[in-house]
C-alpha cells in the first residue's frame, strides 16, 4: 500500500493562511491610502453620515465660489466708485476757482476739465467685471449709460443735452429778455412787474416785495398771473430809501434785487433818481427795475434755466403732473400749498372738497380722511394740499419733494415705475388736477412749444426725439436688489448698483450741465459765469438728506461683511465635517501599521507552521 504526503490545499490552515494573507493587503492599502476602503461598501455603517456630510461640503465649496465672484464684482465697482468721488472733488474745486476767463470756445478752464472728467466717469460707468456690466443693475449684458457725445450732441433724430439746455433757456429768459416778466405802468406814480402766464413752468416767479419809500404802496404778490405794485402816490422818497424784490428762479434758487433811491449824480449801481415829481421818479423806477431785471435774466437766470434743463434731461426718476386747476375763491385763483382740501365757498380751498371718510390710495397705502386728529396715514379734511404732498411722499420715499405751481401739482418718486395713485374721492381728486388714476410718466422733459420764447409748458421726450442717457435695468425696486446672491442657507447678499442712483447721476448731471454750456461775449458773461460755477459747486457738496456715492459703498461694504460672517461660519462647518467624514472613512496609520507588524508576525508563525508540516511523512514515524 502506497503512503501519500499530507495535503494541504482544502485545509483549515491553508484558509486560514489565505485570510490573514488578504488581511495584510487591506492593511498596506489602508497605510498607502489612509482610507478605510476604496468602496464605499468597506467604508462600514458610519458612511452614509459621510455621505452627507460630502454634500453639505460641495455647498460651501459652491458659496465659496459665488463670494469670490461678487467679491471681485464689488472690488472693481468700489474702485470706480471712489474715482468717481475723486472726479467730484476734482470738478468742485475747478468751479471754485475765481478765474472766469472764457476761451475762444465760449467756456472756461473749469468747464473744460469737467468735459474730460465727465468722460471719464462714463467710462467708469461701462466697467464689467468678466462680462458682467456693473452699473446697470440687473441688465448685466447691456452698457449702462450712452457716450458722451450722444449725451451732450445727440444725433440726427434725437436731442441731446446742449439741445434742451438751448430750449430751455429761450423759455426762460423770454422774447422780451425780462424772464418772462412784465414789467409796466398802470399809473403815473406806479409800476408793475407780473408774470406772464400764470400756469407756466418758465421764467422768473415772483416771491416776495418789500419797501422802505415813504408814502409808497406796496401789494403783492397776488393775482393771476401774479403781479407785484409798487405805487409812489403824491409822495418822492428819501435818499437811501430801498424797494427790494424776491425771485424764484427754475432750480430752486432765489435771488433778490435791491433798488436805492438817490439824488446823487453820477447815479449810483443799484439806483434809481428821485426826480422832481414822483411820476418822474416812478419812470425812473421803471427803468431802473427793466435793466436789473434784465440782467438777472441774462446771468443767474440763465444759469439756473441750465441747471434746470439737465434735471429734465437727467432725472430718470418718476413724475406725475397734474392739470391747471383753480380754488374756488372769488375771483378764482390757481391753486397753490395753501389751498384747503375741503372749505366754504367762496375761499381758498378746492373747487369739490374731500370728505370725512374718502381715501386716496398711494402704491396701495391708503391715505384716509378724518374729521380732526389725523394720525399716521391720516389728514384732516381741513388741511392744505401741502400737507398732503407731504403725506405722498412720505409713502413713495422720494428724494425730490412733490410741488405745486401756478395751479399745477407735480408728484414724484425715485422709481419711474413705482409711483400709482387712486381716489374714491373722483371729483376731489379732479379739483387736485388728475384724472381718475396717477401713474409716473419718465423724463426727460423738453419745451412743449415753439416758439420757445413764449411756451408754457414741458412735455416728456420720447426715445425717438431725445437721447436716452441711462441704458441699464430701471425697474421697481432698490437699485441693490437688482443684483442678489445667497451666500449661505441662511443668509442672501445683494450688490446690484444702477447708474441712475441719486447720488451717481446727480454728479453726471452737474458734470454734463457744467461741460454742455457755453456763453457768448457780452457785458454779463462773467457773471454768467460766475453764476453757473457756483451752482455747480453747490451741486457737487454734499447735501444733507441726499444720496452720496459713499452711501453705496457702504452699502457693499455690508454685503462684504454679510459675506465674511458667512465665510468665518463656513470654515468651522467644513472642519465638522470633515472630521465626519475622516471618523467615517480614514484610518489611524500609527494604528495600521502596529497592526501590519502584528499581522506579519502571526502570518511568519503561520507559515513556518506549515512549513514545518509539509515535511512530514509517516516512515518517519515506522519503526
Known sequence: MAINSVGFGSTILNQSLLNLNNALTTLQSQLTTGKKSTSYAGMGANEGFAIAARGQLANISAFTDTMSNINTSIGIANTGLQSMIDIGHTVLNSANNTLQTLNSSGQTIAQQTATSQLSSMLGILNLQAGDRYLFSGSAINTPSVASIEDILNGNTTQAGLKQVISERKQADVGATGLGRLVITSPLATSVQVAEDVATSPFGLKLSAVSSSLTGATVTGPAGSPAAISVDLGATNPNDGEKVSYAFK??????????????????????????????????????????????????????????????????????????????????????????????????????????????????????????????????????????????????????????????????????????????????AAFLALGFGPSVTAAIPPLRVGSVPFGTATTLVSGT?????????????????????????????????????????????????????????????????????????????????????????????????????????????????????????????????????????????????????????????????
Not at 436805492?260 to 427803468?287: D, E, H, K, R
Not at 452711501?551 to 465635517?577: E, F, G, P, Y
Not at 506579519?600 to 512549513?611: E, F
Open 463 to 623: 426715445p425717438a426725439n431725445t437721447i436716452a442717457w441711462y441704458t441699464g435695468e430701471a425697474g421697481p425696486g432698490p437699485a441693490r436688489a437688482a443684483a442678489t446672491a445667497r451666500v449661505d442657507p441662511s443668509a442672501a447678499v445683494q450688490y446690484g448698483i444702477r447708474a441712475n442712483e441719486q447720488a451717481i447721476r446727480s454728479q453726471v448731471q452737474t458734470l454734463a450741465v457744467f461741460a454742455a454750456v457755453t456763453t457768448a461775449v457780452s457785458p454779463n458773461a462773467a457773471l454768467q459765469v460766475q453764476a453757473l460755477s457756483e451752482r455747480v459747486a453747490q451741486s457737487l457738496m454734499l447735501q444733507p438728506g441726499r444720496q452720496t456715492i459713499e452711501d453705496i459703498q457702504s452699502d457693499l461694504a455690508t454685503a462684504q461683511l454679510t459675506m465674511k460672517n458667512a465665510k468665518s461660519r463656513q470654515t468651522q462647518a467644513q472642519a465638522l465635517l470633515q472630521g465626519i467624514i475622516d471618523q467615517a472613512e480614514s484610518v489611524s496609520r500609527d494604528q495600521v501599521a502596529s497592526q501590519i507588524l502584528a499581522l506579519q508576525t502571526s502570518l511568519q508563525a503561520s507559515y513556518q507552521t506549515t512549513a514545518m508540516l509539509s515535511q512530514l511523512t509517516l516512515t518517519k514515524y515506522l519503526p
Open 249 to 426: 428762479l427754475p432750480d430752486g434758487t432765489t435771488e433778490s434785487i435791491e433798488l436805492t433811491a438817490s439824488s446823487a449824480t453820477p447815479l449810483p449801481a443799484g439806483s434809481f433818481a428821485i426826480g422832481l415829481t414822483s411820476t418822474a421818479t416812478a419812470a425812473n423806477l421803471l427803468a431802473a427795475l427793466n435793466t436789473a431785471i434784465g440782467k438777472l435774466a441774462n446771468t443767474s437766470l440763465v444759469a439756473a434755466s441750465a441747471l434746470e434743463a439737465g434735471n429734465d434731461f437727467f432725472n430718470t426718476t418718476g413724475t406725475a403732473t397734474g392739470n391747471v386747476v383753480n380754488n374756488k375763491a372769488v375771483p378764482a385763483a390757481p391753486v397753490t400749498g395753501a389751498t384747503l382740501l375741503s372749505g366754504p365757498s367762496p375761499s381758498d380751498s378746492l373747487t369739490t372738497n374731500f370728505a370725512i371718510g374718502d381715501t386716496i390710495t398711494v402704491n396701495g397705502t391708503a391715505i384716509s380722511f378724518v374729521a380732526s386728529g389725523a394720525a399716521g396715514n391720516q389728514l384732516n379734511v381741513s388741511d392744505s394740499v401741502q400737507a398732503l404732498l407731504s403725506k405722498i411722499d412720505s409713502i413713495t420715499g422720494t428724494s425730490i419733494p412733490s410741488a405745486i405751481s401756478g395751479g399745477v401739482i407735480r408728484l414724484h418718486t425715485d422709481n419711474a415705475v413705482s409711483l400709482t395713485a387712486t381716489s374714491s374721492n373722483a
